[in-house]
Each structure stands twice: as structure tokens, then as C-alpha cells.
């Protein structure tokens, strides 16, 4: 797995790009507010939001096929819930106002993070005197992520290379066993990198 | 169950916000005060843990899978307070790098999934992890956690004037309490593996004091008086359900005109407005009397 998959565009150098990210957290999260929040269907502003994205968008020089793959992502609960929307009377207009506002949102913040470096948002945070604790455990979830997540895919593919295709009950416990030894590696793995953190002079309370 | 954004208003958004607020900061204060060093760091690669953990699915049948929460586990390997940080960051990357769950949703997704669902699991696992083997008390732990969360985000949902109650009560509920049977067979079946392997890890978890979780505790009592005792109290029985369902007909014809009109209908309004003050009393009371007991048996101990 690419490690930078999520975030493989933050590094241009666009006039997005170069804003700084403290700001561009702020301005992102005051839009968002906005629209989310804003009560019932402001379509002017809604309009006047997408066209800014959009105008955001272009000037940013990401590929529109990236921006528009994460933006297609509907989670399952989302269409459940709206579907619920649509059966009560009067669902309809709820509906597709739940719905411009959610994808409208979902853009502001995809645009923000794809513009924006994931270390640079950590500094702003924590500029913005969130507990230090929460950061570096951001910041750690942030590195060994996709390094647990190889490991996960890598232990999946040894297991399935050696075995049939076991029944159900068996499928079950086989995966719950890979689930149980990723934890000790990873439990494992946080010793060692307090050993190298505190090697390099790491303290926080 | 992760709410995107535009599908709460802005005084859910608050409400939850706060809420989730108050808990980061009760489990940071916490962790600060009772978590080695050595231990700091464990809090982020946990929380990758359950990330790449979410990713394994599960068959369950008919081409549905379904994977883990984590919830529950978090709270039986970490305890409470580390549960909760862990949870929140994997839910704050979610909603930063993955765009799962929205923004303004965030704090009610917090305050659902990592707050309330590994809390109200730890009570329950820490509670029958010294009488029952601690995988079953695991399996009853996230199951009951796997339903709280989802009866609050329906709760929320309600509350904000998005869906009626009685259509998103039963759906959600219902079907997370199927979903609550595969994370509790699953997260029993992860925890005997780790049982199995190396059982002096799970101490940590079940050795942690009850007074630990005083406020976060508190903090899930208020979320459930908030967001489900409005609507479970007036909840219909018998006769009286055709009016009810009456009534909230007409409560979701307002919506369409203005989905802002939050006094479009003072009595029921106001009824559930009365129904939450009493009960954040009632909570705070309760709480007060508890938090005196315990600390009066504690000076007698000492003497």
C-alpha cells in the first residue's frame, strides 16, 4: 500500500497549496460551519460556496479525476439515513438539502487536506494548544497506519497461501487470530519506538 | 455510523460538541495523571491497530461482510481513558484524511463511537470480567456498547429534526442490534486470541479503578438523558398510539415548511425540553449521591 495515497497531492505548489496551514484549517472549518450549520435551504450561498470551491479547485492544479473519486465516496449509513428522510412526508426537500450541504462539505475539506500536508494540520493543531498527547497519537496513528495496514494484508496473504478455504467458523477465527496478533505487534512496536523516541530526547506531559 | 455533515443542526452540533469536549479532556487529564511514558506512544499505534483492524472483513453471508468497531476492544486492551483517546483519533483521521463522518458531525460522531461505545463497554466488561470467562463478558460488553452508540446517533439524528424518531429508532436500532452480534462474537474472538498469546496484557484494563471513569461515566448518563429520554418517554403504547402517531405526523408536516421552526410545536416542545432538564437533574443528583457514598466509605476505610 502507498503510504501516500490519501495525501499524495498536498506537496504541489499551487497558490492553494503555498497558503499557510493554520489559516487555511481555520477558513476551511469556518466554511464548513457555515453550510453545515446554516438553517434551512440557503441556495444562494450554497451556489456561491460551490463556485468558490470550484474556482479553489482548478487554481490548486490537483488532478479532477482524485478530487472526484473521494468525492463520489457515500458511506452506507449516509444513504440509509437519507433514505429514512425520504420516507417521512416532506422528506424529499430535507433530502436534497442534506444532501447538496453533505457533499458541499465533504469537497471544502477534501480540498483542504489534499492541499495540505497531514504534519503541517498536526503543527497547526498544535499551535492551537491542543493536549500534546492527542497530537502525537495523531501524529503516530498518522505514521503507522499504513504500516499496520501492510502488516495486516501481509499476514492475510501468508495465511491464505497456506490454507484452503476454510469454512465460515473457521474463516472467522483464522482472521480474528491475524486481528489479536497485530495488536501484539503493534503493542510490541510502541516499546520500541519509545526506546527511539526517548533516544532522541522526547518528553511530553 | 459515521454522520456526515448537514444531517444535524446546529444545536445538536453543540450539544454533542461539548460534550465530546469534556470527555478528550477528562481521558487526557486522566491518561496524563495514571499512563507511564513508556505507555504514550502505545495510544497512537492502538489506535493504527484498530484503523488496519476495521479493515479485515468479516463474511457473514449472502455477499455481506461486516468488520470490526473496535469500541470495546480498545476499552479491554487499553481501559477507559486510553480507549477514548485512541477511539477519538482514529474518528478525528476519519473525518480529517478520509472524509468519514463530517466536520460540524464530528463531535456526535465522538462523543458516539469513541466516547460512549468503549465506556459503556468497559463498565459492563469490568464489571463480569471477575465472574465470567472475559470472553463472554467482552462479546455482552461491545454488543451493548455497538447498540448504545447506535440509539444515540439516532437520538441526535431526531433531535435535530432530520428523521422522525419512530422511523430512525427501529432502523437503527434493529439493525445494529444484528450488527452488535458480529462485533461481539468478533472482538471475543480477537480478545482470546491475545488472551492466548500473552494474557498478562489484558490486566491493565480490568485493574483500573471504577473512579476512573466518575466523570466519563457522568458524561454518557447525560448524552443518553439527552438524546433518548425525550423521545423514549412519550413513546406510544396501546390506545394511545394512534394519536401519538398522529401527532407526529403532524410534527413532520412543520418540517417541510421550515426545517428551522424549532417552536413550531410548543407543547411537545416544551414537554421534551421539561423531560431533558428533569432528567440532567435527576442525573446530576444521582451522580452527587453516588460520588458522596464513595467517598465517605473511603474516609471510613481510612480510619
Same mark, same amino acid.
Not at chain 1, 429514512?84 to 412526508?89: E, G, I, M, R, T
Not at chain 1, 477465527?173 to 497485530?182: E, K, W
Not at chain 2, 469536549?21 to 505507555?39: F, K
Given at each position: 500500500?502507498?503510504?501516500?495515497?490519501?495525501?499524495?497531492?498536498?506537496?504541489?505548489?499551487?497558490?492553494?497549496?503555498?497558503?499557510?496551514?493554520?489559516?487555511?484549517?481555520?477558513?476551511?472549518?469556518?466554511?464548513? =460551519? @457555515?453550510?453545515? #450549520?446554516?438553517?434551512?435551504? !440557503?441556495?444562494? $450561498?450554497?451556489? *456561491? %460556496?460551490? +463556485?468558490? /470551491?470550484?474556482?479553489?479547485?482548478?487554481?490548486?492544479?490537483?488532478?479532477?479525476?482524485? =478530487? @472526484?473519486?473521494? #468525492?463520489?465516496?457515500?458511506? !452506507?449509513?449516509? $444513504?440509509?439515513? *437519507? %433514505?429514512? +428522510?425520504? /420516507?417521512?412526508?416532506?422528506?424529499?426537500?430535507?433530502?436534497?438539502?442534506?444532501?447538496?450541504?453533505?457533499?458541499?462539505?465533504?469537497?471544502?475539506?477534501?480540498?483542504?487536506?489534499?492541499?495540505?500536508?497531514?504534519?503541517? /494540520?498536526?503543527?497547526?493543531?498544535?499551535?492551537?494548544?491542543?493536549?500534546?498527547?492527542?497530537?502525537?497519537?495523531?501524529?503516530?496513528?498518522?505514521?503507522?497506519?499504513?504500516?499496520?495496514?501492510?502488516?495486516?494484508?501481509?499476514?492475510?496473504?501468508?495465511?491464505?497461501?497456506?490454507?484452503?478455504?476454510?469454512?465460515?467458523?473457521?474463516?472467522?477465527?483464522?482472521?480474528?487470530?491475524?486481528?489479536?496478533?497485530?495488536?501484539?505487534?503493534?503493542?510490541?512496536?510502541?516499546?520500541?519506538?519509545?526506546?527511539?523516541?526517548?533516544?532522541?530526547?522526547?518528553?511530553?506531559? | 455510523?459515521?454522520?456526515?455533515?448537514?444531517?444535524?443542526?446546529?444545536?445538536?452540533?453543540?450539544?454533542?460538541?461539548?460534550?465530546?469536549?469534556?470527555?478528550?479532556?477528562?481521558?487526557?487529564?486522566?491518561?496524563?495523571?495514571?499512563?507511564?511514558?513508556?505507555?504514550?506512544?502505545?495510544?497512537?499505534?492502538?489506535?493504527?491497530?484498530?484503523?488496519?483492524?476495521?479493515?479485515?472483513?468479516?463474511?457473514?453471508?449472502?455477499?455481506?461482510?461486516?468488520?470490526?468497531?473496535?469500541?470495546?476492544?480498545?476499552?479491554?486492551?487499553?481501559?477507559?481513558?486510553?480507549?477514548?483517546?485512541?477511539?477519538?483519533?482514529?474518528?478525528?483521521?476519519?473525518?480529517?484524511?478520509?472524509?468519514?463522518?463530517?466536520?460540524?458531525?464530528?463531535?456526535?460522531?465522538?462523543?458516539?463511537?469513541?466516547?460512549?461505545?468503549?465506556?459503556?463497554?468497559?463498565?459492563?466488561?469490568?464489571?463480569?470480567?471477575?465472574?465470567?470467562?472475559?470472553?463472554?463478558?467482552?462479546?455482552?460488553?461491545?454488543?451493548?456498547?455497538?447498540?448504545?452508540?447506535?440509539?444515540?446517533?439516532?437520538?441526535?439524528?431526531?433531535?435535530?429534526?432530520?428523521?422522525?424518531?419512530?422511523?430512525?429508532?427501529?432502523?437503527?436500532?434493529?439493525?445494529?442490534?444484528?450488527?452488535?452480534?458480529?462485533?461481539?462474537?468478533?472482538?471475543?474472538?480477537?480478545?482470546?486470541?491475545?488472551?492466548?498469546?500473552?494474557?498478562?496484557?489484558?490486566?491493565?484494563?480490568?485493574?483500573?479503578?471504577?473512579?476512573?471513569?466518575?466523570?466519563?461515566?457522568?458524561?454518557?448518563?447525560?448524552?443518553?438523558?439527552?438524546?433518548?429520554?425525550?423521545?423514549?418517554?412519550?413513546?406510544?403504547?396501546?390506545?394511545?398510539?394512534?394519536?401519538?402517531?398522529?401527532?407526529?405526523?403532524?410534527?413532520?408536516?412543520?418540517?417541510?415548511?421550515?426545517?428551522?421552526?424549532?417552536?413550531?410545536?410548543?407543547?411537545?416542545?416544551?414537554?421534551?425540553?421539561?423531560?431533558?432538564?428533569?432528567?440532567?437533574?435527576?442525573?446530576?443528583?444521582?451522580?452527587?449521591?453516588?460520588?458522596?457514598?464513595?467517598?465517605?466509605?473511603?474516609?471510613?476505610?481510612?480510619?
Amino acid at each position: 500500500m502507498k503510504p501516500d495515497f490519501i495525501d499524495r497531492y498536498s506537496r504541489l505548489a499551487s497558490p492553494v497549496h503555498q497558503l499557510a496551514a493554520g489559516p487555511k484549517l481555520l477558513a476551511g472549518l469556518a466554511l464548513v =460551519l @457555515l453550510v453545515a #450549520l446554516w438553517p434551512g435551504a !440557503p441556495w444562494r $450561498l450554497l451556489g *456561491a %460556496v460551490a +463556485a468558490l /470551491l470550484l474556482a479553489l479547485a482548478l487554481l490548486s492544479r490537483i488532478p479532477p479525476r482524485f =478530487l @472526484l473519486r473521494r #468525492l463520489l465516496i457515500a458511506g !452506507p449509513f449516509a $444513504l440509509g439515513v *437519507a %433514505v429514512l +428522510a425520504v /420516507l417521512q412526508p416532506g422528506g424529499l426537500q430535507i433530502f436534497i438539502v442534506m444532501l447538496a450541504k453533505s457533499t458541499l462539505c465533504l469537497a471544502a475539506m477534501i480540498l483542504l487536506t489534499a492541499t495540505t500536508p497531514f504534519t503541517d /494540520l498536526l503543527a497547526a493543531l498544535r499551535r492551537a494548544r491542543v493536549p500534546g498527547v492527542f497530537v502525537t497519537t495523531l501524529a503516530l496513528l498518522y505514521r503507522y497506519l499504513f504500516v499496520l495496514a501492510d502488516e495486516t494484508l501481509r499476514m492475510r496473504r501468508a495465511r491464505m497461501s497456506r490454507s484452503f478455504m476454510p469454512a465460515r467458523a473457521h474463516h472467522w477465527r483464522s482472521l480474528a487470530t491475524v486481528a489479536g496478533q497485530l495488536f501484539l505487534r503493534a503493542h510490541d512496536r510502541a516499546g520500541r519506538i519509545f526506546a527511539a523516541m526517548s533516544a532522541r530526547g522526547w518528553e511530553e506531559r | 455510523m459515521h454522520i456526515p455533515d448537514g444531517f444535524l443542526d446546529a444545536k445538536t452540533a453543540v450539544t454533542t460538541g461539548v460534550l465530546a469536549v469534556a470527555g478528550l479532556g477528562l481521558a487526557l487529564r486522566r491518561v496524563r495523571q495514571t499512563l507511564p511514558p513508556q505507555q504514550v506512544p502505545l495510544l497512537g499505534l492502538a489506535a493504527a491497530f484498530i484503523f488496519a483492524a476495521q479493515m479485515l472483513n468479516f463474511p457473514v453471508g449472502v455477499g455481506v461482510s461486516g468488520h470490526l468497531l473496535g469500541g470495546a476492544l480498545a476499552a479491554a486492551l487499553l481501559g477507559p481513558a486510553a480507549a477514548v483517546i485512541a477511539m477519538s483519533a482514529v474518528l478525528v483521521l476519519q473525518c480529517l484524511l478520509f472524509s468519514d463522518g463530517g466536520v460540524t458531525a464530528l463531535g456526535a460522531n465522538l462523543f458516539n463511537m469513541a466516547l460512549a461505545a468503549p465506556v459503556a463497554a468497559w463498565l459492563v466488561y469490568r464489571s463480569l470480567a471477575r465472574v465470567l470467562d472475559r470472553r463472554l463478558a467482552v462479546a455482552l460488553a461491545a454488543w451493548l456498547s455497538t447498540l448504545t452508540a447506535a440509539l444515540l446517533c439516532a437520538g441526535e439524528l431526531a433531535w435535530s429534526g432530520r428523521v422522525g424518531w419512530q422511523l430512525v429508532f427501529p432502523a437503527l436500532g434493529g439493525v445494529h442490534a444484528l450488527i452488535g452480534i458480529g462485533e461481539a462474537l468478533i472482538t471475543a474472538l480477537i480478545l482470546g486470541a491475545i488472551v492466548a498469546a500473552r494474557p498478562e496484557l489484558l490486566e491493565t484494563s480490568v485493574a483500573t479503578p471504577r473512579r476512573d471513569v466518575l466523570g466519563l461515566g457522568l458524561l454518557l448518563s447525560l448524552g443518553l438523558v439527552l438524546f433518548i429520554a425525550p423521545f423514549a418517554c412519550p413513546w406510544p403504547d396501546g390506545l394511545e398510539k394512534v394519536a401519538a402517531q398522529l401527532g407526529f405526523e403532524q410534527h413532520g408536516s412543520t418540517l417541510l415548511k421550515s426545517p428551522l421552526a424549532d417552536y413550531a410545536v410548543p407543547g411537545l416542545k416544551w414537554e421534551g425540553l421539561g423531560t431533558i432538564v428533569s432528567g440532567v437533574i435527576g442525573t446530576l443528583a444521582v451522580f452527587a449521591l453516588a460520588w458522596a457514598v464513595v467517598r465517605m466509605m473511603k474516609v471510613r476505610g481510612k480510619m
